[in-house]
Structure formats: structure tokens, C-alpha cells
């Protein structure tokens, strides 16, 4: 449903309000929604970790307006800050830096940084900026669900736990942010998003690391517990070469052997090889996965699915990404 400027404005001024009262409000961004909070108020803070499920020692990243807003949140500024938010703030990326002191310890789980973020969907920013704050803001959703892609998918996990939800329609690219790591001595990527290595180390004219190990104590979302996952069984299937839609039809045939409804998560030229239930990833693209993963899980779950196949893609650009989420949320991983 399309809302007037009007309707709108009263929607941002009562969420903004509701923040300023410690409320919980979820908010569209371009990448997947988030659950808003004032990152100045450890009781609504809290509430986000009760309402998802959240194990404490995950930080947040807290989301901003303003590359001046952002600025007030770190103690020191990195040497590469100012380049790397020019060109991709607002957008999804996400920036690990030196922490300042009035931010609490809730929000980093007491380590000496912080994350930052600023979304580029004009909602986010506008309800930021009426709430006179900024906002810590993980996915909306149940923790190890699929992140939520639309308000509906945000109502589904969260009905009744939370003041409000802001509708912004779909998100446009569907998978979180890049978390890039800027207090070492180079930049380090802890979680692979909407930015690509390719894209980090064009702008930077330097080889741009992607940290492969799971630390005690993570200094990112999404590095230590199982995550963005469907509750059906998930397959991912890996080929050396192009898949063929035929190598599929006999591991379909063997469980649907076995009575199992079996859903399968591809591209469109895979319809028609024998699953139970099927949701098209379009084309295939990297960003055909990425704006369709999450809401093909929840379908295909909804749709009673027991067991998911999905196709592995070329891990360059974005698709490294995708691939990063889909291993890990898989249960089983086939090679052929």
C-alpha cells in the first residue's frame, strides 16, 4: 500500500517518539531490516537481545545519519575512514572502529570498538534523524531465522515484542552489510556483504583481507553462531563446473524416495527438475541470490518444505557474500 507524505511524516514521528521512550521499532534499510533501538539506552538495548533471542556477546552496529554523528561515536578516527564513507556511505557497509566511551557496553559486548553504519533507505535516516539519536539495529527477526526482507517477514517473528514496524516495502539488495575492520594496521573484512572485496580494495589500492576463522569473542555480527538459516534441512550442492539442471533430478528423486516434500532454491532454468515446492532465483546472478535467499527460505519453509536444495555460486563480487550465508546456514554440503 502506498502512504502519502503525510501518512508518513505521523509514522516516523510516532516511531521516533516511541524510540526516544526506550520502544523497539523495526525499520527498512537497503540490506534487511533492522530492529531500532537508542543506542544510548541499555534497558531498550537489553530488550533486543530478550525479544530475538540474542546471545549478549554478539555486538551490535549501530546505525547513523551522519558521517558527523558517526564521528562522535569513535575515539580515534582511522587513517581510511574519511575515503572509505565518502564513497560508500550511505550504502552497506559497515565500518569497525575505536570506541568512544559513551558508547555502552551492551551495545560492543564490552569490547573497546564499535561498528557503524549508515543505511541508505531514506526511512532509516529520517527516523534517525527525528529520533535525535542513533539507533543500534540488528536484524528484525527471531535469531538464527532468516533475516527479514519485508515488514511482513519482520511481523511473522515479531508481532506483539515490538512497538512498531516501519514498512519500506522490499529490500533492493536483501543480504546484510559488509563489516570491514579499520583498527589494524590494513583493513580487514569480518563479514563479507554488500560490498564487495573487489570493490574495497579498487577504492583503496590495497589487498583487502577476509578473516576465515570464528573468534571467541567476535568484534562483528555473524561470526559465531549459526545464522540466517531455514528450519527445513538445507543442502547446498557445489560443482567444479557450471551446475546442469540434470545433476539434480537424482538427489531430488532419492528423498522424495524417502517421503520427504523437498524444496529447491535456483534459478529459473531449474523449475521444472522435480522438486515439491520450487522458488526462482531469477536469472541466477549473485544479486538475484542475494535479494531472494532469505525470502526463499521463508517461502519454501512456509510451503512445508523438509528439505532444501540450493546451488553454490561463483564466489566474486557479491556472490561471495551469498556464499558466505548460504554455507553458513547449511546442514549438508554436496559436492559433484
Known amino acids: ?14 516511531a521516533s517518539s516511541a524510540i526516544r521512550r526506550g520502544e523497539l521499532v523495526a525499520f527498512p534499510t537497503e540490506t534487511v531490516y533492522g530492529l531500532g533501538a537508542n543506542a544510548f539506552n541499555e534497558d531498550a538495548i537489553r530488550a533486543i537481545f530478550r525479544v530475538k533471542g540474542r546471545p549478549a556477546d554478539n555486538p551490535l552496529i549501530v546505525h547513523v545519519d551522519s558521517i558527523g554523528r558517526a564521528r562522535e561515536l569513535m575515539q580515534v578516527e582511522p587513517a581510511s575512514f574519511q575515503e572509505l ?3 560508500f556511505w550511505p550504502g552497506p557497509l559497515t565500518v569497525v572502529v575505536p570506541r568512544h566511551a559513551a558508547v555502552p557496553d551492551v551495545v560492543t559486548a564490552g569490547l573497546d570498538t564499535v561498528a557503524l553504519r549508515m543505511p541508505d533507505h531514506h526511512l532509516a535516516r529520517e527516523l534517525i534523524a527525528m529520533a ?14 532468516p533475516s527479514p526482507t519485508s515488514a511482513m517477514d519482520v511481523l511473522h517473528d515479531l508481532n506483539g515484542k515490538i512497538y512498531a514496524v516501519l514498512d519500506g516495502g522490499e529490500c533492493r539488495i536483501g543480504i546484510e552489510s559488509t563489516v570491514l575492520d579499520l583498527t589494524g594496521e590494513r583493513p580487514v573484512i569480518l563479514r563479507p556483504g554488500g560490498i564487495s572485496r573487489e570493490d574495497l580494495e579498487k577504492m583503496l589500492g590495497e589487498n583487502v583481507s ?10 562483528s555480527p555473524g561470526m559465531k553462531y549459526r545464522h540466517y538459516a531455514p528450519k527445513a534441512e538445507l543442502r547446498v550442492v557445489r ?8 545433476a539434480l533430478v537424482p538427489l531430488i528423486r532419492a528423498e522424495k524416495e ?31 541470490y542475494a535479494r531472494n535467499l532469505y525470502r526463499g527460505f521463508r517461502f519454501l519453509d512456509k510451503a512445508g518444505a523438509s528439505i532444501i536444495f540450493c546451488p553454490a555460486i561463483d564466489e566474486q563480487g557479491l556472490g561471495s557474500a551469498v556464499m558466505n550465508r548460504l554455507l553458513k546456514a547449511a546442514d549438508i554440503i554436496i559436492d559433484i
Open 1 to 14: 500500500m502506498t502512504r502519502s507524505p503525510a501518512e508518513t511524516r505521523t509514522s516516523l514521528h510516532l
Open 85 to 87: 564513507v565518502s564513497r
Open 132 to 145: 535525535g539519536v542513533p539507533l543500534v539495529a540488528p536484524s528484525a527477526n527471531v535469531s538464527g531465522q
Open 210 to 219: 577476509l578473516i576465515d576463522s570464528t573468534p571467541d569473542h567476535p568484534p
Open 239 to 246: 560443482c567444479n563446473e557450471a551446475l546442469n539442471t540434470s
Open 258 to 288: 524417502k517421503g520427504r516434500s523437498v524444496g529447491l532454491l535456483a534459478a529459473e532454468a531449474f523449475r521444472d527438475v522435480g522438486a515439491d515446492v520450487f522458488f526462482s532465483l531469477g536469472e541466477g546472478t549473485a544479486l538475484d
